[in-house]
């Protein structure tokens, strides 16, 4: 027990990091530092994971994060669903969600990415933020279980504990 | 002790997935949706990891995360090979990311223009900027291509176990 608690603080952090680093080239543009070149460093880091187009992504005193809309929906969704699996975990009858729930997830983003894709309609970045947000959270509750099985071990199916003959 | 098939092929299966599609022109936009290809590559590999298993033996998903950080890393160190040939082509990501910047980002500050132009400079000389770009996708593949091949262990167990007391 102790030892997942340990690993879900260590996956909150560093879910945490990583958002804060999409948003650390803006900051540093801003504080005017002299030199740009630690921003540009951190948007060329980012740009292996978005598309990074600053009409798709949220502001930050003037200058755009270093990923899109959607992607800081999907940080934002797995810190949101990290923070509150804890909670949720207590609620659910199996170690792992079935598959359905991340498809159903991922659904939103698809159909709207699609549909904007098509021109039937114009999502703006509060509905990317949104469409992002839902499968974040969903792809941490199929993570979290599997680090918390990695730490204390896989868990046994009811009924077919061991069970050690007493004679022996 | 379970025998368990060797994780290396997996990790190689899923690292030529990551390399291909993330480097290979217009393929590699896929990567714009929060990583896609190197997600599914982790996953891929996963995949390959779970059908050599014996049929008794169940994955776990420290399985699925060493075989998706292995296929992250091969696809890292592939990946730059390729995109070393597609940039002596004229087709290398970085054009991408400095064409994407210096087209769509219309009111860019002066001295961040400066730094781009510097860094493109850099891209194209310095084979400091080569090793740079392969430790950046060490860091981006380690992370989004474990999380896949998490996601694999989570999806593609042979059974899905039920809570344990204990870890209640």
Redesign the interface.
């Known amino acids: ?1 102790v030892k ?1 608690r340990i690993a879900h603080c260590f996956i909150l952090l560093s879910s945490f990091l ?1 958002s804060c680093a999409a948003v650390f080239p803006p900051a540093w ?1 801003h504080l ?1 530092n002299g ?3 630690p ?3 951190g ?3 980012f ?9 798709r992504s949220f502001h930050l005193w003037g ?2 994060l270093a990923v ?1 809309a ?2 800081s929906g ?1 940080y934002a969704g797995f810190l949101a669903g990290a923070l509150l699996f804890p909670v949720i975990r ?1 609620r ?5 969600p ?2 359905w729930v ?1 498809g159903a997830a991922i659904l939103p983003a698809a159909a709207d ?1 699609g549909l904007a894709r098509l021109g039937v309609h114009d999502s703006g970045n509060a509905l990317r933020l949104i469409t ?1 947000l839902i499968p974040g959270m969903a ?1 941490s509750f ?2 979290l ?6 730490v ?1 071990g ?5 009924g077919l504990t061991c069970r050690t003959n007493p004679a022996s | 002790m379970q025998n368990k098939p060797s994780k290396l092929i997996p990790g190689l299966a899923g690292g030529a997935f990551i390399a291909f599609f ?1 480097e290979f022109p217009v393929l590699n ?1 896929g ?5 896609l290809w190197v997600v599914l590559g982790g996953f891929v590999g996963s995949w390959f990891f779970r059908r050599n298993l014996p049929e008794k033996t ?1 994955m ?3 399985d ?2 060493v075989t998706g950080l292995l296929s992250g890393v091969y696809g890292a160190l592939f990946g730059a090979l390729l995109q070393y040939f597609f940039s002596l082509i004229g087709f290398g ?2 054009n991408t ?1 400095f064409n ?2 210096s087209d ?2 219309k009111d860019m ?1 002066r ?2 223009s ?3 132009e ?2 493109r400079l850099y891209s194209e000389y310095s084979p400091f900027f080569v090793l ?1 770009s392969l430790v ?2 060490l ?2 593949n380690a ?2 291509a474990t ?1 896949g091949g ?2 694999g ?3 593609l ?1 042979k ?6 007391r ?3």
């Open positions: 027990m997942q990583f543009i005017g030199s740009d070149f921003a540009t460093v948007y060329f880091f740009s292996g994971v978005c598309h990074q187009l600053p009409e200058e755009p899109c959607r992607c999907v207590r659910l009858k199996r170690e792992f079935p598959a991340l990415f992002g792809v199929f993570i279980p599997g680090v918390y099985e990695i204390s896989p868990s046994k199916p009811k | 993330s936009f990567n714009c949706l929060c990583c169940d776990t998903s420290s699925g995360a990501f970085s990311f994407v910047m769509y980002w500050p001295e961040f400066d730094s781009l510097q860094l740079v950046f996708g860091i981006r992370i989004f999380a998490l996601l262990a989570a999806l167990k059974s899905k176990m039920p809570k344990s204990k870890s209640r």
